[in-house]
């Protein structure tokens, strides 16, 4: 089944900008959706945008002005970054397949592990 | 933005006990309703999508209902590796929003 694997800076400093790589394993990234979903400690789920295959996107509107989803067929790989962070944005981040697309039920079916971002000096 | 609530934010519950989980839309969003569970330190499982329909390989002691605004997560006989936290995320429109969560632990 599809696997999922977040990678990038464990600690960003404020101002600057968080970037992450999702790379997708035993499974294509083509035909399918694409999220991004943050966690802080303790908290709840927050997400972030999506991705299709062909590169569109849709946003949360509370991070559409600092946020940008791409993508990457032939590497099999998605990306997030996210500009002008601050503490508020310390968290896990997940990147996870939206599932059922063809059948109209959006779901989130395969996570990755997850990782932690702090946002710090 | 849809807002998304859940009853209980928390619960202790025994082995073998049926544990009910509400959640609630701020909006009708049909059947849009998905479940998860997520233990600590990992990410969240997907267990039922469009209100009722159980994800493969989950077990069937899961069941969801509802449809509108409304919509309730059955455990009908609580297991030890049913302790964990479950929340709510509605697929009805963008940005797909999630419930609080509902924290399942031991009584």
């Known amino acids: 089944q599809v696997q999922l694997q977040e990678s990038g800076p464990g600690l960003v400093k404020p101002s600057e900008t968080l970037s992450l790589t999702c790379t997708v394993s035993?499974?294509?990234?083509?035909?399918?959706?694409w999220s991004w979903i943050r966690q802080p400690a303790g908290k709840g789920l927050e997400y972030i945008g999506n991705?299709?295959?062909?590169?569109?996107?849709k946003y949360n509107p509370s991070l559409k002005s600092r946020v940008t989803i791409s993508v990457d067929s032939s590497k099999n790989q998605f990306y997030l970054t996210l500009s002008s962070v601050t503490a508020a944005d310390t968290a896990v981040y997940y990147c996870?397949?939206?599932?059922?697309?063809?059948?109209?039920?959006?779901?989130?079916?395969?996570w990755g592990q997850g990782t932690l971002v702090t946002v710090s000096s | 933005d849809i807002q998304m609530t859940q009853s209980p934010s928390s619960l202790s519950a025994s082995v073998g006990d049926r544990v009910t989980i509400t959640c609630r839309a701020s909006?009708?969003?049909?059947?849009?309703l998905n479940w998860y569970q997520q233990k600590p330190g990992k990410a969240p499982k997907f267990l039922i999508y469009?209100?009722?329909s159980l994800q493969s390989g989950v077990s069937s002691r899961f069941r969801g209902s509802g449809s509108g605004t409304d919509f309730t997560l059955t455990i009908s006989s609580l297991q030890p590796e049913d302790f964990a936290t479950y929340y709510c995320?509605?697929?009805?429109?963008?940005?797909?929003?999630f419930g609080p969560g509902t924290k399942v632990d031991i009584k």
């Open positions: 996870a397949r939206v599932g059922g697309g063809s059948s109209g039920w959006y779901y989130f079916d395969f």
């Open positions: 035993s499974g294509s990234i083509t035909s399918y959706y």
């Open positions: 991705i299709h295959y062909s590169g569109s996107t």
């Open positions: 909006q009708s969003i049909n059947t849009y």
């Open positions: 469009a209100a009722s």
């Open positions: 995320q509605q697929s009805y429109s963008v940005p797909f929003t």
